[in-house]
């Protein structure tokens, strides 16, 4: 059995929810782990982003949202709402809010994305999919995408692949 790492590096500009295709980066993945048969793991280390498997939409916001993924994101803010507001939500607290101001020179304002937090949850930070003669079963119009739901700032990610099998 063998096991391959690999890492993709995104950027995410100040903007509402941000989405990368990194489909191409998966398939790159299983070519460079000579793998033919086993799973891809796909996995964000960031707790306000979220990886999913969605048909591509092709048509996009004037911004460049997918329509899909926009919908997605227009009913994950009726679940969800945005976070506008200090006190909206119980979190930031005073003690979290000090941590990131004092020991890490963030701005305070930075924290007021537990909404990004939520939805993060809801939607999961890693998806598995199965890999048979060295291709990924999406089906016929599944794309693989890394969500960035925290705008508050400029962000550099990390898309995380694990390929194991044989």
Not at 44 to 69: K, N, R
Not at 120 to 128: A, E
Request: glycine share 10%; net charge negative.
């Amino acid at each position: 059995m063998t096991v391959h790492h690999a890492v993709e590096a995104l950027h995410f500009p100040l903007h509402k929810p941000g989405f990368a295709d990194i489909t191409a980066a998966a398939n790159a993945a299983i070519t460079a782990s000579g793998i033919g048969s086993g799973i891809l793991t796909v996995y964000s280390q960031h707790t306000t982003c979220a990886v999913l498997i969605q048909e591509e939409s092709m048509d996009q916001t004037l911004d460049g949202v997918e329509f899909l993924l926009q919908d997605m994101v227009n009913y994950l803010t009726t679940l969800v709402p945005t976070c506008r507001h200090e006190g909206q939500y119980l979190h930031p607290g005073p003690k979290h809010l000090e941590y990131a101001t004092t020991d890490l020179g963030e701005e305070g304002w930075w924290s007021l994305n537990t909404d990004a937090h939520l939805r993060s949850v809801l939607l999961g930070r890693s998806q598995t999919i199965p890999v048979i003669d060295g291709k990924l079963e999406l089906g016929e119009f599944g794309r693989i995408y890394f969500a960035d739901f925290d705008g508050m700032r400029e962000r550099d990610r990390k898309a995380r692949f694990t390929v194991i099998g044989e």
